[in-house]
């Protein structure tokens, strides 16, 4: 079977987590490098793009960021369908907006039903890490790094989309674990299809 041929280099990428944390604001960096102090509803497209190259293959990352109704819970199907990541967003000054990140984990899980529940490539990212030089900081790192653990592992960033700190390198992982997801789904599809040649050369029916 020729892999390659099937082999998207799109991925949707879904950012969640309370309203306020700066999801748009470390799209916006990322994507545009812009960042702005004054706080504004995402308004418009559902999602953005951005090319990057990685080990020569050209990939699409499609950033899905909400309209800011993550403050009703009412994302809607089409938000979750299909997403290859997940970011989960919290502000360290904040300690509400991680203590619902176990909250839009679930939610990610139940709307989205991914065919890996155990392994779904999720990333952690605790931002705004520059707020008052970080003294009004109430969620420690290690904190954050214990939550990813119990979750399997999962990547954990510090950002500042106000500074641009760790931004693009919160991406390219978000990017990387993406295609590595489904670098296995394509292993596990490519395992169904041969079952069902098997099954066809013997005549047919397996039973
Ligand atoms: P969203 O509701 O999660 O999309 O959050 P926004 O991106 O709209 O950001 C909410 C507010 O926090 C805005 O006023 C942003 O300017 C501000 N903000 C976002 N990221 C940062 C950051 O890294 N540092 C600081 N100081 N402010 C930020
Ligand atoms: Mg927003």
């Given at each position: 079977m020729n892999t390659s041929m099937k082999r998207r280099t799109l991925l949707k990428v879904i950012l969640l987590g309370?309203?306020?944390?700066?999801?748009?604001?470390?799209?916006?960096?990322?994507?545009y490098k812009k960042f702005s102090q004054h706080y504004k509803a995402t308004i418009g497209a559902d999602f953005v793009t951005k090319e990057l190259h990685i080990e020569e293959k050209l990939v699409t990352l499609q950033i899905w960021d909400t309209a800011g109704q993550e403050r009703f819970q009412s994302l809607g199907g089409a938000f979750y369908r299909g997403a290859d990541c997940c970011v989960l967003v919290y502000d360290v000054n904040v300690p509400r907006t991680f203590d619902t990140l176990n909250n839009w984990r679930d939610e990610f899980l139940?709307?989205?039903?991914?065919?890996?529940?155990?392994?779904?490539?999720?990333?952690?990212?605790?931002?705004?890490?520059?707020?008052?030089?970080?003294?009004?900081?109430?969620?420690?790192?290690?904190?954050?790094?214990?939550?990813?653990?119990?979750?399997?592992?999962?990547?954990?960033?510090?950002?500042?989309?106000?500074?641009?700190?760790?931004?693009?390198?919160?991406?390219?992982?978000?990017?990387?674990?993406?295609?590595?997801?489904?670098?296995?789904?394509?292993?596990?599809?490519?395992?169904?299809?041969?079952t069902v040649s098997e099954v066809e050369q013997r005549g047919g029916c397996a039973c």
């Open positions: 309370d309203s306020g944390v700066g999801k748009t604001s470390l799209m916006n960096q990322y994507v139940k709307q989205a039903d991914p065919t890996n529940v155990e392994g779904f490539p999720f990333i952690l990212v605790g931002n705004k890490i520059d707020v008052d030089g970080g003294n009004s900081r109430v969620v420690t790192e290690r904190q954050a790094r214990e939550w990813c653990a119990s979750k399997g592992n999962l990547p954990y960033f510090e950002t500042s989309a106000k500074e641009n700190y760790n931004v693009d390198e919160a991406f390219l992982c978000v990017a990387d674990i993406a295609l590595n997801n489904e670098h296995q789904q394509d292993i596990y599809f490519q395992g169904i299809s041969e």
